[in-house]
Protein backbone atom coordinates (compact mmCIF):
# COMPACT_ATOMS: atom_id res chain seq x y z
CA UNK A 1 0.00 0.00 0.00
CA UNK A 2 1.25 3.40 -0.63
CA UNK A 3 2.22 5.26 3.21
CA UNK A 4 -0.53 7.27 3.66
CA UNK A 5 2.06 10.04 4.91
CA UNK A 6 2.69 11.16 1.19
CA UNK A 7 -0.98 12.97 1.23
CA UNK A 8 -1.91 14.97 -1.27
CA UNK A 9 0.34 18.25 -0.90
CA UNK A 10 0.22 21.62 -2.85
CA UNK A 11 3.05 20.62 -5.05
CA UNK A 12 1.72 17.39 -6.84
CA UNK A 13 -1.29 19.46 -7.42
CA UNK A 14 0.24 22.01 -9.33
CA UNK A 15 3.15 19.91 -10.53
CA UNK A 16 1.03 16.84 -11.57
CA UNK A 17 -2.18 17.36 -11.14
CA UNK A 18 -3.00 20.47 -11.94
CA UNK A 19 -3.60 19.77 -15.28
CA UNK A 20 -5.56 16.90 -14.30
CA UNK A 21 -7.91 18.59 -12.28
CA UNK A 22 -8.42 21.39 -14.01
CA UNK A 23 -9.43 19.73 -16.74
CA UNK A 24 -11.99 17.92 -15.13
CA UNK A 25 -13.76 21.22 -15.26
CA UNK A 26 -14.26 21.44 -18.55
CA UNK A 27 -17.13 20.43 -20.74
CA UNK A 28 -15.82 16.70 -22.60
CA UNK A 29 -13.96 17.54 -26.02
CA UNK A 30 -16.67 15.92 -28.04
CA UNK A 31 -19.75 16.83 -25.82
CA UNK A 32 -20.98 13.87 -25.34
CA UNK A 33 -23.02 14.21 -22.55
CA UNK A 34 -26.41 11.27 -22.69
CA UNK A 35 -29.91 11.73 -22.70
CA UNK A 36 -31.53 9.57 -20.03
CA UNK A 37 -32.93 6.73 -21.46
CA UNK A 38 -36.93 6.31 -21.85
CA UNK A 39 -37.05 3.03 -19.33
CA UNK A 40 -36.15 5.07 -16.01
CA UNK A 41 -38.56 4.50 -13.42
CA UNK A 42 -37.53 7.57 -11.35
CA UNK A 43 -35.69 10.61 -11.58
CA UNK A 44 -32.01 9.94 -12.15
CA UNK A 45 -29.93 9.53 -9.48
CA UNK A 46 -26.93 12.32 -8.57
CA UNK A 47 -24.20 10.69 -6.99
CA UNK A 48 -22.99 7.26 -6.38
CA UNK A 49 -21.29 5.88 -3.63
CA UNK A 50 -19.19 3.15 -4.74
CA UNK A 51 -18.16 0.30 -1.79
CA UNK A 52 -14.82 -1.95 -2.60
CA UNK A 53 -13.67 -4.35 -0.64
CA UNK A 54 -10.29 -5.58 -1.89
CA UNK A 55 -9.12 -9.12 -1.33
CA UNK A 56 -12.92 -10.71 -1.90
CA UNK A 57 -15.09 -11.45 1.18
CA UNK A 58 -16.78 -14.58 1.40
CA UNK A 59 -20.02 -14.46 -0.07
CA UNK A 60 -20.78 -17.56 1.40
CA UNK A 61 -20.13 -16.14 4.72
CA UNK A 62 -21.58 -12.93 4.39
CA UNK A 63 -24.89 -12.28 2.14
CA UNK A 64 -25.20 -15.82 0.48
CA UNK A 65 -25.19 -18.12 3.37
CA UNK A 66 -25.99 -21.84 2.39
CA UNK A 67 -26.87 -22.94 5.95
CA UNK A 68 -28.46 -26.40 4.12
CA UNK A 69 -25.03 -26.84 2.92
CA UNK A 70 -22.40 -29.94 3.93
CA UNK A 71 -20.12 -28.21 7.47
CA UNK A 72 -17.47 -28.05 4.18
CA UNK A 73 -19.78 -25.10 2.49
CA UNK A 74 -21.68 -23.79 5.36
CA UNK A 75 -18.58 -22.82 7.34
CA UNK A 76 -18.61 -22.05 10.96
CA UNK A 77 -21.19 -19.03 11.15
CA UNK A 78 -25.02 -18.95 11.82
CA UNK A 79 -27.15 -17.13 10.14
CA UNK A 80 -29.57 -14.74 11.17
CA UNK A 81 -32.99 -13.30 9.61
CA UNK A 82 -33.35 -10.02 8.72
CA UNK A 83 -36.25 -7.35 7.94
CA UNK A 84 -37.51 -9.16 4.70
CA UNK A 85 -39.15 -12.40 5.24
CA UNK A 86 -37.12 -15.94 3.91
CA UNK A 87 -34.02 -13.68 3.42
CA UNK A 88 -30.92 -14.89 6.24
CA UNK A 89 -27.56 -13.31 6.45
CA UNK A 90 -24.63 -14.08 8.41
CA UNK A 91 -24.40 -13.59 12.07
CA UNK A 92 -22.13 -11.34 11.92
CA UNK A 93 -24.19 -8.34 10.04
CA UNK A 94 -26.97 -7.95 12.66
CA UNK A 95 -26.97 -3.67 11.51
CA UNK A 96 -27.26 -4.86 8.06
CA UNK A 97 -30.09 -7.50 8.92
CA UNK A 98 -32.47 -4.89 10.01
CA UNK A 99 -31.86 -2.57 7.19
CA UNK A 100 -32.34 -5.33 4.60
CA UNK A 101 -35.77 -3.83 3.52
CA UNK A 102 -34.07 -0.77 2.14
CA UNK A 103 -31.27 -2.85 0.48
CA UNK A 104 -31.33 -4.93 -2.96
CA UNK A 105 -28.81 -7.91 -3.07
CA UNK A 106 -27.71 -9.41 -6.57
CA UNK A 107 -26.44 -12.71 -5.71
CA UNK A 108 -25.70 -13.72 -8.94
CA UNK A 109 -22.47 -11.56 -10.04
CA UNK A 110 -20.32 -13.36 -12.23
CA UNK A 111 -16.56 -12.95 -14.37
CA UNK A 112 -13.61 -15.16 -15.07
CA UNK A 113 -11.22 -13.05 -13.74
CA UNK A 114 -9.10 -15.63 -10.98
CA UNK A 115 -6.31 -13.04 -10.49
CA UNK A 116 -6.84 -9.68 -7.54
CA UNK A 117 -5.70 -7.39 -10.28
CA UNK A 118 -7.36 -8.64 -13.63
CA UNK A 119 -10.82 -9.19 -11.08
CA UNK A 120 -10.34 -5.57 -10.01
CA UNK A 121 -9.80 -4.45 -13.13
CA UNK A 122 -13.41 -6.22 -14.81
CA UNK A 123 -15.29 -5.24 -11.47
CA UNK A 124 -14.06 -1.55 -11.37
CA UNK A 125 -14.25 -1.05 -15.02
CA UNK A 126 -16.83 -3.13 -16.10
CA UNK A 127 -15.13 -4.50 -18.85
CA UNK A 128 -12.45 -7.75 -18.94
CA UNK A 129 -9.06 -6.40 -19.21
CA UNK A 130 -7.26 -7.05 -22.36
CA UNK A 131 -4.71 -8.58 -21.09
CA UNK A 132 -6.64 -11.26 -20.06
CA UNK A 133 -6.41 -12.87 -16.75
CA UNK A 134 -2.72 -11.43 -14.87
CA UNK A 135 -1.84 -10.88 -11.97
CA UNK A 136 0.58 -8.14 -12.42
CA UNK A 137 -1.38 -6.29 -15.00
CA UNK A 138 -0.84 -2.62 -14.70
CA UNK A 139 -3.52 0.51 -16.09
CA UNK A 140 -2.97 1.18 -19.51
CA UNK A 141 -3.47 4.22 -20.29
CA UNK A 142 -4.97 3.94 -23.79
CA UNK A 143 -6.79 0.76 -21.93
CA UNK A 144 -11.05 1.27 -20.81
CA UNK A 145 -11.45 3.71 -18.05
CA UNK A 146 -12.54 3.28 -14.20
CA UNK A 147 -16.63 3.57 -13.67
CA UNK A 148 -15.97 6.81 -11.87
CA UNK A 149 -14.00 8.72 -15.05
CA UNK A 150 -16.55 7.64 -16.99
CA UNK A 151 -19.55 8.92 -15.03
CA UNK A 152 -17.55 12.44 -14.44
CA UNK A 153 -17.06 12.14 -18.49
CA UNK A 154 -20.61 10.97 -19.43
CA UNK A 155 -22.15 13.80 -17.29
CA UNK A 156 -20.25 16.57 -18.98
CA UNK A 157 -22.19 20.11 -17.77
CA UNK A 158 -23.97 17.94 -15.75
CA UNK A 159 -20.84 16.85 -13.15
CA UNK A 160 -19.65 18.87 -10.48
CA UNK A 161 -16.61 20.79 -9.94
CA UNK A 162 -14.77 18.17 -8.16
CA UNK A 163 -16.94 14.88 -10.00
CA UNK A 164 -14.80 11.73 -8.85
CA UNK A 165 -13.22 11.10 -5.44
CA UNK A 166 -11.65 8.01 -4.31
CA UNK A 167 -10.57 7.56 -0.65
CA UNK A 168 -8.53 6.73 1.77
CA UNK A 169 -6.10 5.27 -0.19
CA UNK A 170 -4.77 4.24 -3.32
CA UNK A 171 -4.93 0.23 -4.05
CA UNK A 172 -1.48 -1.78 -4.47
CA UNK A 173 -0.76 -5.10 -5.27
CA UNK A 174 2.80 -5.60 -5.98
CA UNK A 175 1.75 -2.67 -8.59
CA UNK A 176 -1.20 -0.30 -8.76
CA UNK A 177 -4.32 -2.56 -8.98
CA UNK A 178 -5.96 -1.48 -12.04
CA UNK A 179 -9.31 0.01 -12.89
CA UNK A 180 -8.48 2.57 -10.66
CA UNK A 181 -7.60 5.18 -13.79
CA UNK A 182 -9.00 7.32 -16.50
CA UNK A 183 -7.68 5.08 -19.25
CA UNK A 184 -8.50 6.32 -22.66
CA UNK A 185 -10.44 10.02 -21.56
CA UNK A 186 -7.25 11.09 -20.28
CA UNK A 187 -5.69 12.85 -17.37
CA UNK A 188 -8.78 15.44 -17.19
CA UNK A 189 -11.26 12.58 -15.88
CA UNK A 190 -8.37 11.39 -13.54
CA UNK A 191 -9.91 10.87 -9.78
CA UNK A 192 -9.05 13.30 -7.12
CA UNK A 193 -7.23 11.12 -4.87
CA UNK A 194 -7.41 10.89 -0.83
CA UNK A 195 -4.18 9.07 0.61
CA UNK A 196 -4.72 9.95 4.44
CA UNK A 197 -6.33 7.81 6.60
CA UNK A 198 -9.73 9.85 7.52
CA UNK A 199 -9.82 8.38 11.16
CA UNK A 200 -6.17 10.23 12.15
CA UNK A 201 -6.97 12.91 14.91
CA UNK A 202 -5.75 15.60 12.24
CA UNK A 203 -7.05 14.19 9.27
CA UNK A 204 -6.65 17.21 6.79
CA UNK A 205 -5.70 17.50 3.29
CA UNK A 206 -2.37 19.52 2.63
CA UNK A 207 -3.30 20.29 -0.63
CA UNK A 208 -5.69 22.89 0.72
CA UNK A 209 -3.24 24.44 3.41
CA UNK A 210 -2.98 28.28 2.93
CA UNK A 211 -4.88 27.64 -0.63
CA UNK A 212 -5.63 31.25 -0.57
CA UNK A 213 -1.57 32.16 -0.61
CA UNK A 214 -1.31 30.22 -3.70
CA UNK A 215 -1.32 33.51 -6.10
CA UNK A 216 2.42 33.84 -6.32
CA UNK A 217 3.06 30.37 -7.17
CA UNK A 218 0.36 30.61 -9.71
CA UNK A 219 1.96 33.51 -10.95
CA UNK A 220 5.14 32.13 -11.01
CA UNK A 221 3.75 28.87 -13.21
CA UNK A 222 2.38 31.37 -15.95
CA UNK A 223 5.60 33.00 -16.78
CA UNK A 224 7.21 29.41 -16.96
CA UNK A 225 5.09 28.73 -19.59
CA UNK A 226 4.85 29.29 -22.94
CA UNK A 227 1.98 30.75 -24.52
CA UNK A 228 0.76 29.73 -27.78
CA UNK A 229 1.95 30.84 -30.86
CA UNK A 230 -1.49 33.37 -31.44
CA UNK A 231 -0.75 34.66 -27.58
CA UNK A 232 -3.85 32.78 -26.26
CA UNK A 233 -3.43 31.16 -23.34
CA UNK A 234 -2.52 27.12 -23.74
CA UNK A 235 -5.08 24.15 -22.56
CA UNK A 236 -2.65 23.56 -19.96
CA UNK A 237 -2.78 27.30 -18.65
CA UNK A 238 -6.32 26.93 -18.50
CA UNK A 239 -6.61 23.85 -16.57
CA UNK A 240 -4.03 24.99 -14.45
CA UNK A 241 -6.33 28.28 -13.79
CA UNK A 242 -9.36 25.77 -13.02
CA UNK A 243 -7.35 24.07 -10.56
CA UNK A 244 -6.50 26.65 -8.83
CA UNK A 245 -9.76 28.30 -8.89
CA UNK A 246 -10.65 24.66 -7.51
CA UNK A 247 -8.33 24.86 -4.79
CA UNK A 248 -9.05 28.51 -3.30
CA UNK A 249 -12.82 27.50 -3.37
CA UNK A 250 -13.71 27.25 0.49
CA UNK A 251 -16.35 25.47 -0.23
CA UNK A 252 -14.27 22.33 -1.91
CA UNK A 253 -12.18 22.30 1.36
CA UNK A 254 -15.10 22.40 3.72
CA UNK A 255 -16.13 19.02 1.92
CA UNK A 256 -13.55 17.13 3.63
CA UNK A 257 -13.74 19.03 7.15
CA UNK A 258 -15.32 15.56 9.27
CA UNK A 259 -14.86 17.83 12.38
CA UNK A 260 -18.04 19.36 11.51
CA UNK A 261 -19.32 16.05 12.08
CA UNK A 262 -20.74 15.51 15.94
CA UNK A 263 -18.90 13.20 17.67
CA UNK A 264 -21.97 10.64 18.25
CA UNK A 265 -22.21 10.28 14.57
CA UNK A 266 -18.84 9.61 14.16
CA UNK A 267 -18.98 7.11 16.73
CA UNK A 268 -21.75 5.85 14.73
CA UNK A 269 -19.90 5.03 12.18
CA UNK A 270 -17.19 3.64 13.70
CA UNK A 271 -13.88 5.30 14.68
CA UNK A 272 -11.95 2.98 11.75
CA UNK A 273 -10.44 3.66 8.45
CA UNK A 274 -13.59 2.28 6.99
CA UNK A 275 -16.32 4.07 9.23
CA UNK A 276 -14.59 7.13 8.87
CA UNK A 277 -14.34 6.84 4.84
CA UNK A 278 -17.82 6.11 4.41
CA UNK A 279 -18.74 9.27 6.68
CA UNK A 280 -16.27 11.39 4.28
CA UNK A 281 -18.49 9.90 1.38
CA UNK A 282 -21.18 10.91 2.86
CA UNK A 283 -20.49 14.80 2.68
CA UNK A 284 -18.57 14.61 -0.16
CA UNK A 285 -21.84 13.59 -1.86
CA UNK A 286 -24.31 15.95 0.05
CA UNK A 287 -21.73 18.57 -1.19
CA UNK A 288 -22.49 17.57 -4.61
CA UNK A 289 -19.65 14.90 -6.10
CA UNK A 290 -21.10 13.08 -7.89
CA UNK A 291 -18.99 9.62 -8.11
CA UNK A 292 -17.00 7.97 -4.41
CA UNK A 293 -14.66 5.45 -4.47
CA UNK A 294 -14.38 4.19 -1.24
CA UNK A 295 -11.73 1.45 -0.77
CA UNK A 296 -11.64 -1.46 2.08
CA UNK A 297 -9.11 -3.65 2.96
CA UNK A 298 -7.56 -2.44 6.59
CA UNK A 299 -9.56 -2.62 10.01
CA UNK A 300 -7.88 -0.38 12.50
CA UNK A 301 -4.85 0.85 10.40
CA UNK A 302 -3.78 -2.76 10.36
CA UNK A 303 -2.58 -4.42 6.81
CA UNK A 304 -5.61 -6.47 6.39
CA UNK A 305 -7.67 -7.03 3.49
CA UNK A 306 -10.22 -10.05 2.40
CA UNK A 307 -7.81 -12.53 1.15
CA UNK A 308 -8.57 -15.00 3.44
CA UNK A 309 -6.68 -18.23 2.11
CA UNK A 310 -5.68 -19.22 5.79
CA UNK A 311 -7.70 -18.59 8.81
CA UNK A 312 -11.15 -17.39 7.20
CA UNK A 313 -13.45 -17.43 9.99
CA UNK A 314 -11.27 -15.45 12.02
CA UNK A 315 -10.33 -13.37 9.71
CA UNK A 316 -13.73 -12.54 8.60
CA UNK A 317 -14.59 -12.00 12.14
CA UNK A 318 -12.37 -8.80 12.58
CA UNK A 319 -12.80 -7.34 8.91
CA UNK A 320 -17.32 -8.04 9.16
CA UNK A 321 -18.27 -6.20 12.02
CA UNK A 322 -16.61 -2.57 11.52
CA UNK A 323 -18.23 -2.90 7.86
CA UNK A 324 -21.48 -3.82 8.93
CA UNK A 325 -21.14 -1.25 11.42
CA UNK A 326 -19.94 1.83 8.66
CA UNK A 327 -22.12 0.82 5.68
CA UNK A 328 -24.94 0.15 8.04
CA UNK A 329 -24.51 3.73 8.94
CA UNK A 330 -23.78 5.35 5.67
CA UNK A 331 -27.69 4.16 4.49
CA UNK A 332 -29.33 5.37 7.98
CA UNK A 333 -27.56 8.58 7.68
CA UNK A 334 -28.34 8.98 3.59
CA UNK A 335 -32.21 8.25 4.78
CA UNK A 336 -31.45 10.82 7.21
CA UNK A 337 -30.66 13.76 5.29
CA UNK A 338 -32.87 13.35 2.32
CA UNK A 339 -29.94 12.07 0.33
CA UNK A 340 -30.82 7.95 -0.17
CA UNK A 341 -33.06 8.30 -3.11
CA UNK A 342 -30.45 10.80 -5.36
CA UNK A 343 -27.32 8.82 -3.96
CA UNK A 344 -27.08 5.15 -5.28
CA UNK A 345 -24.77 2.51 -2.91
CA UNK A 346 -22.91 -0.18 -4.38
CA UNK A 347 -21.20 -2.48 -2.19
CA UNK A 348 -18.78 -5.37 -4.15
CA UNK A 349 -15.58 -7.02 -4.37
CA UNK A 350 -13.47 -8.36 -7.31
CA UNK A 351 -14.80 -11.81 -6.03
CA UNK A 352 -16.28 -14.39 -3.41
CA UNK A 353 -14.32 -17.24 -2.05
CA UNK A 354 -14.58 -21.04 -2.94
CA UNK A 355 -17.62 -22.85 -1.95
CA UNK A 356 -15.49 -25.69 -0.04
CA UNK A 357 -13.64 -24.55 2.65
CA UNK A 358 -9.54 -25.51 2.12
CA UNK A 359 -7.19 -27.38 3.95
CA UNK A 360 -5.99 -24.34 5.72
CA UNK A 361 -9.28 -23.58 7.27
CA UNK A 362 -9.78 -20.59 4.35
CA UNK A 363 -11.20 -19.75 0.95
CA UNK A 364 -9.56 -19.82 -2.29
CA UNK A 365 -10.60 -16.85 -5.44
CA UNK A 366 -13.89 -17.32 -6.77
CA UNK A 367 -15.44 -15.36 -9.30
CA UNK A 368 -17.66 -17.98 -10.46
CA UNK A 369 -20.34 -15.84 -8.46
CA UNK A 370 -20.76 -13.71 -6.06
CA UNK A 371 -22.85 -11.11 -4.30
CA UNK A 372 -23.29 -7.30 -4.64
CA UNK A 373 -25.04 -5.10 -2.45
CA UNK A 374 -27.33 -1.80 -3.93
CA UNK A 375 -29.19 0.49 -1.36
CA UNK A 376 -30.88 3.64 -2.56
CA UNK A 377 -31.05 5.68 -5.41
CA UNK A 378 -34.40 3.70 -6.88
CA UNK A 379 -33.77 0.45 -5.69
CA UNK A 380 -36.67 -1.88 -4.47
CA UNK A 381 -35.63 -2.44 -1.25
CA UNK A 382 -36.23 -6.24 0.15
CA UNK A 383 -35.28 -7.38 -3.69
CA UNK A 384 -32.92 -10.14 -4.09
CA UNK A 385 -31.90 -10.71 -7.91
CA UNK A 386 -30.50 -13.71 -9.00
CA UNK A 387 -29.44 -16.47 -6.86
CA UNK A 388 -26.67 -18.99 -6.18
CA UNK A 389 -26.89 -22.80 -6.83
CA UNK A 390 -27.31 -25.24 -3.25
CA UNK A 391 -23.06 -24.56 -2.67
CA UNK A 392 -22.84 -20.96 -4.11
CA UNK A 393 -20.31 -22.15 -6.92
CA UNK A 394 -22.66 -20.72 -9.40
CA UNK A 395 -25.67 -18.78 -10.61
CA UNK A 396 -28.77 -20.67 -10.65
CA UNK A 397 -30.78 -17.57 -12.73
CA UNK A 398 -30.64 -14.37 -13.80
CA UNK A 399 -26.62 -14.00 -14.04
CA UNK A 400 -25.29 -10.61 -13.72
CA UNK A 401 -21.99 -9.17 -14.88
CA UNK A 402 -19.46 -6.25 -13.95
CA UNK A 403 -20.71 -5.10 -17.36
CA UNK A 404 -24.78 -4.81 -16.48
CA UNK A 405 -23.53 -3.21 -13.23
CA UNK A 406 -21.97 -0.55 -14.46
CA UNK A 407 -24.56 -0.32 -16.98
CA UNK A 408 -26.76 0.10 -14.35
CA UNK A 409 -24.99 2.58 -12.73
CA UNK A 410 -24.85 4.89 -16.00
CA UNK A 411 -28.17 4.14 -16.75
CA UNK A 412 -29.40 5.35 -13.05
CA UNK A 413 -27.56 8.91 -13.58
CA UNK A 414 -29.68 9.34 -16.54
CA UNK A 415 -26.45 8.00 -19.05
CA UNK A 416 -27.27 5.90 -21.90
CA UNK A 417 -25.02 2.59 -21.19
CA UNK A 418 -24.95 2.70 -24.86
CA UNK A 419 -23.55 6.00 -26.12
CA UNK A 420 -20.97 5.90 -28.05
CA UNK A 421 -18.31 8.30 -27.17
CA UNK A 422 -14.97 9.01 -28.40
CA UNK A 423 -11.40 8.93 -26.75
CA UNK A 424 -8.84 12.03 -27.09
CA UNK A 425 -7.59 10.46 -30.16
CA UNK A 426 -11.50 10.17 -31.60
CA UNK A 427 -11.40 5.98 -31.30
CA UNK A 428 -14.97 5.41 -30.68
CA UNK A 429 -16.33 3.15 -27.83
CA UNK A 430 -19.39 1.98 -26.09
CA UNK A 431 -19.95 3.35 -22.67
CA UNK A 432 -21.02 -0.34 -21.61
CA UNK A 433 -21.33 -3.48 -23.24
CA UNK A 434 -24.05 -4.63 -20.49
CA UNK A 435 -27.51 -4.06 -19.63
CA UNK A 436 -29.10 -2.35 -16.83
CA UNK A 437 -30.87 -4.73 -14.31
CA UNK A 438 -33.92 -2.96 -14.40
CA UNK A 439 -35.63 -5.43 -12.19
CA UNK A 440 -34.03 -4.46 -9.06
CA UNK A 441 -35.64 -0.78 -9.10
CA UNK A 442 -38.80 -1.94 -10.32
CA UNK A 443 -38.12 -1.21 -14.04
Avoid at 48 to 77: M, Q, W
Avoid at 161 to 188: C, E, F, K, R, S
Avoid at 197 to 211: K, S, V, Y
Avoid at 368 to 375: E, I, S
Wanted: charged fraction near 20%; proline fraction near 8%.
Amino acid sequence: MKDPAVALTRRRLLACGGAALGQCLVEPWRAQAASPPAAITSKPIHSCILIFSYGGPSHIDTFDPKPNAPAEVRGEYRTIATSVPGVRVCEHLPRTARLANRLALVRSLHHPMRNHNSAAAETLTGRTPAGGDQELLSDDPRGVPTLGSAVSYALGTRAHILPYVALPYTMYNVVQLPGQAPGLLGGGYDRFQVDVDPNTPDFHLAAFDGAANLSARASLLRRLDHASPDGHATQPEIYRERALRLLASPEVPHLFDLQQEPHRLRERYGRHRLGQSLLLARRLVEGGVNFVAAFDGRVNGQEENWDSHTQLFARHRQLIPPSDQAISALIEDLDARGLLDTTLVVALSEFGRTPRINKSAGRDHWPDCYTAVLAGGGVTGGAVHGASDKIGAYPAFDPVTPADLAATIFWRFGIDPAKEVQDQTGRPFRLSEGEPIRRVFGA
